[in-house]
């Protein structure tokens, strides 16, 4: 009785100077307040997969009036801002110095042969950001179709053929990229709050002796943990809370899922992230290899190879094995599948454990490799 | 003049010995660009080469039959399951096991027959909707060709106007070709930042810096102590990165490397002048590093490497002027890829020069002031 008394004060004792050790920096504010906003305005505002116009260079060889009604269809489409050029050689300049992302390019023979039924037209992307040209030659399918509808209407419409796909995209009917932006945000701000700060907090104790300090008082490794765990989970429920409140009310995402399930895996993993912080702080101890590591740990796989931004599909197998070992992608899955598709028993429950599992195992391992260095 | 240029160069050696005797700390500088470009150069792709999908094919005709075999040989899609009832299908979307499910009516041969539109349902997860929606679009060419072949099979005319696609220098639309060079400028922006950042913080937090600034050297040649073998290091970095790009990946470099060089060497002198400017107003190592990876963070999302700088707002569009990493990927990506001269890159040079002479200036000033 008289024990855990003792205990508990002295884990409140050094809670408390963390916490305020935590306030009075300004970096770790920034870090737990400023960042989370900050990623907030980046991710709702400057990233967006969504597509936007783009301008082609048409290079209009025939000059009949059948050609200028297909140019006049691009000018027509919202997508698409046409600039007239007269070769192929002046559109290539216009795409390397950036004033045009492709060139359309209509030969001298095609009113003659499209009047014969097998006419070309050809549209040059740039390639050096090949998303972005597959997107213009998606776009590039419209105006043409809307001009062989209108114009040869008689030869059978072109835009729809014998079979006709009727797509529907569950979860995200507008297909609005920050449905799945939003719950990736949550996973970046807990990953840089649990394992970048921890470990800088920790590893500078280390360097500069105040953990050798601390080890000849009566507090235990145990207690110690404990009372760098609490602020810096604090912090990162408040970044944490801080994103939530901005996918509902800036972005209105719509929470499927329920919301203590949520904050349940949010929290489990905030956990793994602090374990790994703690972990490397306490085997590297030293500031520039600790961060350094944990960015590279933790943070850049967080953002690469979680299914945040890229899909995993993509990615080669033995990558994918790769990605296994990496906690930012269960997160990702079960805060994507919480917020957009709901409670998916299959889903969230073995992910959860994969979770839960690493969070045990980190906390253990950093508990013993602390002990061992006190021997 | 001269004795300055010595006492430069016993700085710079300086600077190295601290950086490259530890040999932690030499793995940390060479270890991550390499693994990093090698794992990005993978991952960060959103090229779709595998699509899990599900039928619910309620015709079972032939005609069913021949769109699902072209959907088979296709190479990326793969099928996972034939259902049975349209209940199945939510069970496969929400576990994950299915991109797309594709479902077939029962009138779907008749209605071909009749030269009615023939409709096939897909539904697809849209929990990533980007993804979701390059699998449609590979289910549309798919169907597109199943189109012609039908049309050209029951004695009906093509469609009137054909589209040709070609793409200029990246041929196969590979989107590695346009990401491993981006990774150039942004593995290294990272490491310069950081380096620079800590390396002055660290003699700050531990009282080092102050005994520099009571020896002979002229603020001046500290900045340029600090500076010069943090733009070496990220020279350094640059190139392992590029060796990997072109003897890994095999993305043919297709253009000078003199003007290539000019342009990483402005982008690192940049680049180091930011973390010189972070050490300024950081006290200690922790806030240095927080404060270069707040830096980093937006000059990373908003570079174009992840999504377009076009599709981004004007007043972020502005801000992000000062964006060394902006001007490094459009340098990198079309000197590499397009073979673009200088005469091209100066409204990418120019921006560049001045963040580096702005800042390496303040670097200089700030520590005369605190000499004073």
């Known amino acids: 009785m008289n024990d855990w008394s003792a205990v508990l004060r002295r884990i409140r004792a050094l809670t408390v100077k963390e916490t305020r050790q935590v306030l009075r920096d300004p970096s770790s504010v920034a870090i737990g307040v400023a960042f989370p906003l900050m990623m907030i305005l980046l991710f709702g505002y400057g990233l967006s997969l969504d597509v936007t116009r783009v301008t082609i260079a048409a290079v209009d060889l025939d000059a009949s009036s059948d050609s200028a009604a297909l140019v006049g269809a691009f000018r027509l489409s919202p997508y698409f801002q046409v600039i007239a050029v007269h070769s192929i050689a002046e559109a290539r300049t216009l795409v390397l110095d950036r004033r045009a992302d492709g060139a359309l390019l209509i030969s001298s023979d095609f009113s003659r042969r499209w009047h014969h039924g097998g006419a070309q037209v050809q549209v040059l992307v740039n390639g050096t950001d090949a998303n972005q040209a597959r997107i213009m030659q998606a776009y590039a399918q419209g105006p043409v179709a809307n001009w062989s509808a209108e114009y040869a209407g008689s030869v059978g419409n072109a835009s729809t053929g014998p079979v006709v796909v009727v797509d529907r995209m569950w979860f995200n009917e507008s297909n609005d990229s920050h449905y799945f932006l939003v719950p990736g945000l949550i996973v970046l701000v807990m990953t840089i709050i649990g394992a970048f700060l921890t470990a800088m907090v920790v590893a500078r104790e280390w360097e500069r002796g105040t953990l050798e300090a601390l080890f000849v008082t009566p507090v235990r490794v145990g207690e110690f943990l404990i009372s760098k765990l609490l602020p810096y989970f604090g912090l990162g429920i408040t970044g944490f809370v801080l994103c939530l409140l901005a996918g509902k009310f800036l972005f209105h995402v719509p929470l499927r899922g329920s919301l203590p399930l949520l904050c349940l895996a949010s929290t489990t993993y905030l956990l793994v992230t602090l374990g790994i912080g703690l972990l490397v702080s306490t085997l590297v101890k030293s500031q520039f290899l600790a961060s350094q590591l944990v960015l590279l740990l933790t943070y850049l796989p967080a953002m690469m190879l979680s299914g945040l931004v890229f899909d995993l599909r993509s990615m080669p197998a033995f990558i994918q094995g790769v990605t296994y070992a990496i906690p930012a992608r269960y997160a990702v899955a079960l805060l994507q599948t919480l917020y957009l598709a709901g409670d998916v028993g299959s889903t969230i429950w073995p992910k959860l454990a994969v979770l839960t599992a690493m969070a045990v195992g980190l906390l253990i391992l950093t508990r013993l490799a602390t002990r061992k260095r006190l021997s | ?372």
């Open chain 2, 1 to 372: 003049m001269r004795s300055s240029l010595y006492r430069i160069l016993a700085l710079i050696q300086k600077e190295f010995l601290a950086v490259l005797k530890d040999p932690r700390s030499r793995t940390i500088i060479f270890l991550p660009p390499i693994l990093q470009s090698l794992l990005f150069g993978y991952a960060a792709s959103f090229d779709l080469n595998s699509v899990p999908y599900a039928v619910l094919d309620q015709d079972h005709s032939a005609a069913s039959a021949a769109l699902l075999s072209r959907l088979d040989g296709s190479g990326v899609f793969h099928r996972q399951a034939d259902l049975a009832r349209a209940g199945d299908i939510s069970a496969l979307i929400n576990s994950s096991r299915a991109l797309l499910v594709i479902q077939i009516g029962q009138d779907f041969e008749r209605h071909l027959v009749m030269g009615e539109p023939a409709l096939v349902q897909v539904v697809a997860d849209g929990r990533n909707s980007n993804t979701a929606g390059t699998a449609m679009g590979y289910f549309g060419n798919v169907v597109d060709e199943f189109n012609a072949d039908w049309r050209s099979g029951h004695g009906q005319a093509g469609p009137p106007v054909q589209i040709v696609m070609r793409s200029w220098y990246n041929p196969n639309l590979d989107s590695r070709w346009g990401m491993v060079p981006s990774l150039i400028g942004t593995l290294t922006l990272v490491g310069a930042m950081m380096l620079t950042a800590m390396s002055v913080a660290r003699e700050r937090e531990q009282g080092t810096f102050d005994q520099l600034l009571v020896t002979p050297f002229r603020p001046f040649e500290i900045m340029a102590g600090k500076a010069i073998p943090n733009v070496a290091i990220g020279l350094a970095q640059s190139t392992t990165i590029l060796l990997i790009a072109q003897f890994w990946f095999h993305i043919p470099f297709s253009g000078s490397f003199v003007v290539l060089y000019s342009g990483l060497g402005l982008f690192l002198m940049a680049a180091v002048g930011l973390g010189l400017l972070v050490s300024s107003i950081a006290a200690t190592m922790q806030q240095a590093m927080l404060y270069a990876f707040l830096l980093i963070m937006p000059f990373a999302l908003l570079s174009g490497l992840v999504t377009p700088v076009k599709t981004m707002p004007e007043f972020l569009q502005s801000a992000l002027l000062i964006n060394p990493l902006l001007y490094a990927l459009d340098i990198t990506k079309r000197v590499y890829l397009e073979n673009a001269g200088f005469a091209q890159l100066v409204p990418d040079f120019a921006p560049l020069a001045a963040i580096g002479a702005v800042t390496l200036s303040f670097a200089a000033w700030f520590f005369r002031k605190r000499l004073a």
